[in-house]
């Protein structure tokens, strides 16, 4: 019998959208840093000065698109402060606007992702109510009966001497040596 499916534990339509987004905004940067260097000395014989500027700008794309990635790693090892890392990953894709966004599509996924991430709940967990059948046993496992079950109490009379289990506190013969219900030792 399989156990019955919950969805992910982790933010996983963030996680891969923020990814990719982070893998798009690093390769936006890496483009914009090659065509500063191998388009510098056209640039700079229009505007002198801005093929450096398009270098930093391209370093600049490099580094968000590493924090984005960073940051959807987290959101997966840590669900818990997913609406943190959420926060980081929106604030990193505004910041991508000024330096290699990643081809647009970066930027969108990244910002989806990290919308997303903000709004993720875990979720929940039914939890076992007392008193319910296979209650506090794994749900696959025959009950303890027959040979292996605790050993038949003798019936209390009423108003005969009786003693409790200090394991359980269940009513026992004054005579028993281990408890009916449990199994303990009587003292």
């Known amino acids: 019998m399989s156990s019955p499916s919950y969805g992910p534990m982790f933010p996983s339509t963030a996680y891969w959208l923020s990814l990719i987004g982070g893998v798009l905004i690093l390769l936006g940067g890496l483009a914009e840093v090659l065509s500063g260097i191998l388009l510098q000395s056209t640039i700079n014989s229009i505007v ?4 450096a500027l398009v270098i930093i700008e391209g370093v600049v794309g490099l580094l968000l698109g590493l924090v984005v990635i960073y940051a959807a790693f987290r959101l997966k090892a ?14 990193v894709a505004l910041l991508s606007l000024f330096g290699g966004d990643g081809f647009f599509i970066g930027l969108i996924l990244t910002l989806i992702g990290g919308i997303l991430a903000v709004s ?3 979720p929940v967990m039914p939890q076992p109510v007392y008193g319910q059948p ?5 749900t696959n496992q025959p009950t303890p009966t027959g040979p292996w079950g605790p050993p038949a109490a ?3 009379q009423p108003g005969g001497a009786q003693r409790f289990c200090s394991y359980c506190g ?5 005579s028993a040596q281990f408890c009916a219900k449990c199994g303990a030792a009587m003292p």
């Not at 002198?48 to 093929?51: F, I, L």
């Not at 296979?134 to 794994?138: A, I, T, V």
């Not at 269940?170 to 004054?174: E, G, Y």
Request: charged share 5%; proline share 21%; aromatic share 8%.
């Open 48 to 51: 002198p000065g801005a093929g």
């Open 134 to 138: 296979g209650y506090g046993l794994p």
């Open 78 to 91: 840590q669900p818990g402060s997913a609406r943190t890392w959420g926060v980081v990953i929106i604030v």
């Open 154 to 156: 003798p019936p209390l």
């Open 120 to 122: 993720w709940h875990p």
């Open 170 to 174: 269940s009513p026992n013969v004054a």
